[in-house]
């Protein structure tokens, strides 16, 4: 018989070993370095003697761990003197940070423009707007960074774009659909941000948390020309039913009112050169977590970082390969993981019945109901978020094996009634099914991590650690 503590133990490592791969500190610490007194970022060198300020800024849920990163590299000579800098973090983020401040621009959970952002938002712009030819820019962008950025265009107001930004995600609209609209609601989207900067070099160093690392969508591409048009951002709303009250009658007025044909792509993104990198992303994190279950003894199928679809239907295509794998395998056969990674999306049930969950929670859930019946003996399913958000929860996912539904079944808890209504955190917490890490300092969208074991015995070359 599989033994389920050493099935999720694996589980839980697998996944913790792809999100530490890509913790946003290590990453620019790959990216950036002092190399002969000259400063090298992707392999740009500048010369020290030639460089004025280097001037940090930038938004997203890994911006601490990259800050950390970028004041460790210049930590010491000339090169610490000239850096200085403002990021936008989650509030949970903010910690000591000697050269590059960072600003509490939401609270914890809260993935939607605030007052705070806005404030931040302006001082990004003042400090890009400040530079001049000698300077150079780092702009630190990962996921979550559109909301951690807000600046209105005008004469839209915060609460305008919050509402458009709340009816989208509400609505199921993909990643790509809300930055779509949301650079041309933007001052500083859509490579606004590179157009106000006169530095002589701006770089973007990129954590992506989008399918395929479009750098236009990333944050919604402050650095990136706007290949998409006021038309298309109309199109996105019409497709979801807009008007008010639910989307503010002014921002259909700002599109209506905005220029029919798309700037040509490249253009317009000032004075400054420009470059941006991707220095990490999900298929990097994938590639640790399969080393882990290599050495754990697992065979690992990979199914890639760039499945989307919709949570349940995820979870119940997972639910169902698991099965056929786990009754397929023979005795004596190493045990499997399934690998996947990206961002499906969660279709909201109609209900007035409290409710609290995330995409990660609601697949996990959905993969539980879809093996209730024949037993998750020799199953685990995990799936969460990169950056230990997982919707407006404090978990960054979820996990189920045999035990958990053992435990489930005792209380007397259906987990369909749940699937149903998007409650999943309530069905998980009290099993403690809950993934909880804390803010991980990276966002590259979600890891999933399946293991099934038909019942043969590992083949270790190293002991799990207790």
Same mark, same amino acid.
């Given at each position: ?28 610490? #790959? ?26 800024? =930038?938004?997203?849920?890994? =911006? ?70 000698? $300077?150079?820019?780092? *702009? ?16 839209? #107001? ?6 458009? #930004? ?7 609209? #993909? ?5 779509? *609209? ?21 770089? =973007? ?7 395929? $690392? ?17 038309? @298309? ?13 639910? *989307? ?15 700037? &040509? ?67 004596? @056969? ?38 209730? $019946? =024949? ?18 929860? $404090?978990? &960054? ?23 149903? *209504? ?6 998980? &917490? ?37």
């Amino acid at each position: 018989m599989p033994d389920p503590d050493r099935l999720s133990e694996d589980a839980r490592a697998i996944w913790s070993a792809g999100v530490a791969a890509v913790h946003a500190q290590r990453l620019i610490r #790959t990216a950036v370095r002092i190399e002969d007194h000259d400063l090298v970022v992707c392999g740009h060198r500048l010369a020290r003697d030639q460089v004025g300020r280097v001037v940090v800024v =930038g938004a997203g849920k890994a =911006g601490a761990g990259m800050a950390a990163g970028v004041e460790q590299a210049l930590a010491e000579g000339d090169w610490a003197d000239k850096l200085e800098g403002w990021v936008n973090v989650p509030a949970d983020c903010v910690r000591p940070s000697p050269r590059i401040h960072l600003h509490a621009a939401r609270p914890p959970g809260l993935n939607e423009p605030t007052l705070e952002g806005v404030r931040g938002a302006r001082e990004v712009l003042r400090r890009v707007q400040s530079l001049g030819p000698s $300077d150079v820019c780092l *702009v630190l962008i990962s996921g979550g960074g559109s909301a951690l950025l807000p600046a209105p265009r005008p004469p839209l #107001t915060l609460a305008d774009k919050q509402a458009v #930004t709340r009816w989208l995600m509400h609505s199921g609209a #993909t990643i790509r659909e809300l930055n779509t *609209v949301r650079k041309q609601l933007s001052l500083v989207k859509g490579g606004k941000l590179a157009q106000a900067a006169p530095a002589g070099h701006l770089i =973007g160093l990129i954590i992506s948390d989008v399918v395929g $690392d479009p750098l236009d969508v990333i944050a919604s591409g402050p650095t990136c020309p706007d290949g998409s048009t006021a038309q @298309e951002a109309r199109d996105v709303l019409r497709r979801y039913g807009a008007c008010p009250p639910r *989307v503010p009658q002014a921002v259909l007025d700002l599109l209506d009112a905005a220029p029919a044909r798309a700037a &040509a792509p490249g253009a317009g993104l000032g004075g400054a050169r420009v470059w941006n990198h991707v220095i990490g992303n999900n298929a990097r994190a994938l590639e640790a977590a399969a080393r882990e279950a290599r050495q754990r003894g697992y065979e690992v199928c990979a199914l890639g970082s760039d499945n989307q679809g919709e949570a349940n239907q995820e979870g119940w295509d997972l639910a169902e390969r698991c099965r056929a794998e786990r009754d397929r395998r023979a005795r004596g @056969e190493p045990p499997l993981c399934l690998l996947s990674g990206g961002e499906p999306v969660v279709h909201l049930a109609a209900t007035d019945q409290p409710r609290k969950g995330g995409r990660n929670q609601q697949l996990v859930l959905a993969a539980l109901t879809r093996l209730r $019946d =024949g037993g998750l003996e020799g199953i685990v399913v995990l799936s969460g978020g990169t950056d230990g958000e997982d919707g407006p929860t $404090d978990a &960054a996912g979820a996990w189920a094996d045999a035990q958990l539904l053992a435990a489930a079944n005792r209380l007397g808890l259906d987990p369909r009634p749940y699937l149903e *209504v998007n409650n999943a955190y309530a069905f998980f &917490a009290p099993l403690g099914g809950l993934l909880k890490t804390g803010p991980t300092q990276t966002n590259v969208m979600d890891l999933r991590v399946a293991l099934v074991d038909g019942g043969g015995p590992p083949q270790r070359q190293y002991a799990a650690p207790a």
